[in-house]
């Protein structure tokens, strides 16, 4: 428990993505079995162990702590599992070692709700503050330590000298605290994946660029729509589906609608979508409703219902498809999906071989409800990763808006002494409101112009963040924009990000909220979501 | 006569009468007494100073070499001043750090400044005096202020660099007492590489080696050849971290000692990747056992968390009120003088 406790108090604070590889590498070296293992699946969301709620702990700091001393601490240091770990205190001489986070997970996992809180405050006694902390984090509200599952995946991949996309694939198969995947990196077999609903990790198109084109013959490319969803992989064998995202995440709990309606054997790619009342898919903000849930109520089944729009086939019953080109695959996800079956539908092929008449339909895109295009050789082989030339997506353009900086935050990591994440707003009457945040788009060289214009007209600062002076004028692009009570404009853009510095153009001439309002997309009805 | 009949809290601090002398005043006075030299306690500009020498020569060193009115009393000597006697006792917090230890009409009351009571390899310990009036400060005056031990912390900066051997640690430490203890304590824990220092730390490192505390071998690293810099550990005031200063350094692992590293979304807040729990300040456990080893008839708490310092007191059945003052750095965090 103790090494584990360490690990997520590194983690806590660690900003860069390779500095928490390392942190998880180092942990993997030296953790003992089977606390390694709990300690990835932890990591990676795969423990269920939201046991204890607030009022637990709640209760728990009233029965051992002084209730003012204990109000005063929680009202400074405003995160209550944290506060009991830090003024929790164990008898004088603690004769009991740390338990470890085996013993913690099983006991947990098998124990009655109302014997937790003596379990709890048993444990309390045995650890350190760090230890304290971990512990209460790991029973209530989940780590939030910054560290997603693909994350955690690559460390051990990492650490275990494996391709990650072989531990992609078996991962899925196998359960905490992951003996199998330990002995595979102990130099043992890798665990078999062909009769289970394994993951197996995407294949990624490149963006099409106008300079690509002249060397690329459109009749070597199907064609296709790039539908404004999510990418799924569903697989399904015996019986058993699952469904994972792009991430790799397991996600398959927060479409019971789709797993039901599930009939086939094999793996398929396709779009997860949300379908309208006609049948048809439903703008991608309907989608977000069903996004990041751990539980689906059954009005949200029934108002936002899900659908899978397949286009491609990985396998098909036990038989591995991905070694054949995509013109076979096509043919055999037609043989299975030609005709509709309920919750999963083909993505219609789009006949065309010429690159003007792709082009119009690209321009029809947004107005269409579609992201772009999708343009995938027929003699492409389905290959992990994002390889340079079978596929590629067209997207359409995105949108642009004149905003006028008001915020700068300071970056992590890297980008700590530069101010590069910026709040801009338009105007609404003759007063500027927030409309987004973007800290990409630009280069090293502009962070740094844009950082001393910060500096240079500050207005005020709040911590780590500074007001500014309206004057600077960033011409943002983004894909969409959608009502959102969540902001104070009642905007939220999707994918916003710096596309040009408009270090010319006087910011009362920025846009205005109107020009934005126009842009918003058909939105779904408000509900308790 | 009681104490409160001759200590009053005035615009400038604490004042005694009956001595007509002020306890680090916050403005200008005729006559001070300084318990210890961070800026925020001790201000230039005063008609006579009386301190430790090592105190005095702290505030002559960032006074630009010298300082007017300097009046030095070194530890466990009796002075004087108007009807009062006074004697400076060692406080533990940093260099020279002194309770100023009164006796007037019958009372002794000690006015402890900033402590701690941990061992600190660069100062004098703390001294318990019984007293009938004990001064404390309260700024890590809640029970979530459990300082971990110092080796502990040390151990996780050394871990870090075995972790990322290509990477600058950037410690930063106030330029007063937490620099000097960080870098003692490495070379205690067996560190003996090149300490790179940012300007503002070398004069009072370079002090502090002049009094017989051997902190080994430090470097400017403004200046420094980038390259020079990767796993080695870099020092400064915290207030440089995150400034246009700190990107000289190659792919510097920010780290912070401060006893507000405790809390974990403080750190976060100041986007610091390793947080070190190494405070010059008493944490919960010693303030508690600190007042009641004092055997105060009365305990007066200024600067910090009075609320729960006095709740606390009263459940023990001790006498305690705060002393409100204004100016002491609460949260002294983003300053560069000050303690935590």
């Known amino acids: 428990m103790q090494r584990f406790a360490d690990l997520l108090d590194g983690l806590v604070t660690m900003p860069s993505r390779n500095g928490k590889l390392r942190l998880i590498e180092d942990y993997l070296a030296h953790a003992p079995d089977p606390d390694r293992g709990y300690g990835l699946a932890a990591l990676t969301g795969e423990l269920d162990l939201g046991t204890a709620k607030p009022k637990a702990i709640r209760e728990l700091a009233e029965a051992r702590c002084d209730p003012v001393l204990f109000y005063l601490s929680y009202d400074y240091v405003g995160d209550l599992a944290e506060t009991l770990a830090l003024m929790w205190q164990g008898p004088e001489d603690t004769p009991e070692d740390p338990p470890p986070l085996w013993e913690v997970i099983d006991t947990l996992m098998a124990a009655p709700r109302t014997r937790i809180p003596e379990l709890l405050a048993g444990w309390l006694d045995r650890l350190d503050a760090t230890g304290r902390w971990a512990l209460l984090k790991l029973i209530t509200s989940g780590l939030r330590v910054g560290v997603s599952g693909r994350l955690a995946r690559t460390a051990f991949a990492g650490w275990a000298g494996l391709p990650l996309n072989d531990v992609e694939e078996a991962w899925p198969c196998v359960q905490p605290p992951y003996e199998p995947l330990f002995a595979w990196a102990a130099g043992g077999p890798k665990p078999e994946v062909r009769d289970m609903p394994a993951f197996r990790p995407f294949m990624l198109a490149n963006p099409l660029e106008e300079t690509d084109m002249p060397a690329l013959d459109p009749a070597d490319y199907a064609v296709e729509w790039k539908w404004d969803g999510i990418r799924v992989q569903v697989a399904r064998r015996f019986g058993e589906t699952r469904i994972f995202a792009r991430s790799g995440d397991d996600i398959t709990h927060a479409f019971p609608d789709v797993v039901e309606a599930a009939d086939f054997d094999g793996a398929l790619d396709g779009e997860l979508l949300v379908m309208d009342a006609s049948g048809e898919p439903a703008p991608f903000n309907h989608l977000q409703q069903r996004l990041n849930r751990k539980t689906v109520s059954a009005a949200m089944l029934r108002k936002y219902p899900a659908f899978v729009r397949a286009y491609d086939l990985l396998q098909d019953g036990p038989e591995d498809l991905r070694e054949h080109p995509f013109r076979h695959r096509r043919k055999r996800l037609e043989a299975l999906f030609g005709t509709p079956r309920d919750r999963f539908d083909l993505s219609p092929l789009i006949p065309l071989n010429d690159w003007s008449r792709m082009a119009e339909l690209r321009d029809e895109a947004r107005a269409r409800g579609m992201e772009g295009l999708m343009l995938k050789r027929w003699d492409s082989v389905y290959v992990p990763g994002r390889p340079k030339g079978p596929w590629f997506k067209w997207k359409r353009d995105p949108l642009t808006v004149d905003a006028v900086l008001l915020y700068a935050q300071r970056g992590h990591g890297k980008r700590s002494s530069f101010y590069s994440d910026y709040t801009f707003g338009v105007w609404r009457d003759d007063e500027l409101v927030p409309v987004g945040k973007a800290y990409f788009g630009f280069t090293d060289e502009e962070l740094r112009q844009i950082d001393r214009w910060v500096r240079a007209n500050t207005t005020d600062r709040f911590g780590p963040v500074r007001a500014v002076t309206p004057g600077l004028v960033f011409e943002v692009a983004f894909d969409s924009v959608h009502p959102s009570p969540r902001h104070k404009s009642g905007l939220a853009m999707r994918f916003p990000r710096i596309s040009r510095i408009r270090w010319d153009k006087p910011h009362a001439e920025a846009d205005r909220l109107e020009t934005l309002l126009k842009l918003v997309e058909a939105a779904p009805a408000a509900d308790g979501g | 006569m009681h104490p409160r009949d001759w200590i009053t809290v005035t615009r400038q601090g604490i004042y005694i009468e009956p001595g007509d002398f002020h306890i680090d005043p916050l403005r200008p006075v005729p006559r001070a007494v300084v318990t210890h030299g961070h800026a925020d306690h001790a201000r230039p500009g005063h008609g006579a100073t009386l301190a430790t020498p090592e105190t005095l020569a702290i505030m002559a060193a960032r006074n630009g070499g010298s300082l007017d009115g300097a009046d030095a009393l070194p530890y466990g000597e009796t002075r004087r001043i108007g009807d009062v006697s006074v004697r400076l006792v060692p406080a533990g917090h940093v260099l020279g750090a002194a309770q100023i230890v009164m006796e007037y009409g ?123 810099m990767k796993g080695e550990i870099v020092m400064a005031p915290p207030a440089a971290l995150q400034d246009r200063w700190s990107r000289r350094l190659p792919d510097p692992v920010t780290a912070v000692a401060s006893g507000w590293m405790r809390v974990r979304g403080r750190a976060r807040q100041k986007g610091v990747e390793l947080p070190l729990i190494l405070s010059d300040h008493a944490d919960w456990d010693e303030l508690t056992t600190t007042i009641q080893e004092v055997q105060a008839g009365e305990i007066w708490v200024t600067h910090g968390r009075e609320d729960a310092l006095v709740h606390f007191a009263k459940t023990k059945g001790l006498h305690a009120e705060a002393l409100y003052i204004e100016g002491y750095e609460e949260d002294p965090a983003d300053a560069t003088g000050g303690g935590g």
């Not at chain 2, 912390?153 to 050394?158: D, G, P, S, V």
């Open chain 2, 106 to 228: 019958g009372a002794r009351v000690v006015v402890s400044g900033d402590y701690k009571r941990r061992p600190d390899p660069t100062c004098a310990g703390f001294e318990v005096v019984p007293c009938d009036v004990f001064v404390t400060e309260a700024t890590f005056a809640l029970p979530v202020f459990r300082h971990p031990d110092d080796g502990h912390e040390i151990a996780k900066l050394l871990d870090s660099l075995r972790l990322f051997p290509d990477r600058a640690h950037l410690v930063g430490a106030y330029a007063l007492g937490k620099a000097q203890r960080v870098i003692a304590l490495l070379r205690k824990a067996g560190y003996d590489r090149p300490i790179w220092l940012h300007g503002a730390l070398q004069n009072l490192v370079d002090l502090y080696q002049a009094h017989g505390v051997d902190l080994g071998e430090t470097r400017p690293a403004t200046g420094a050849a980038k390259a020079d």
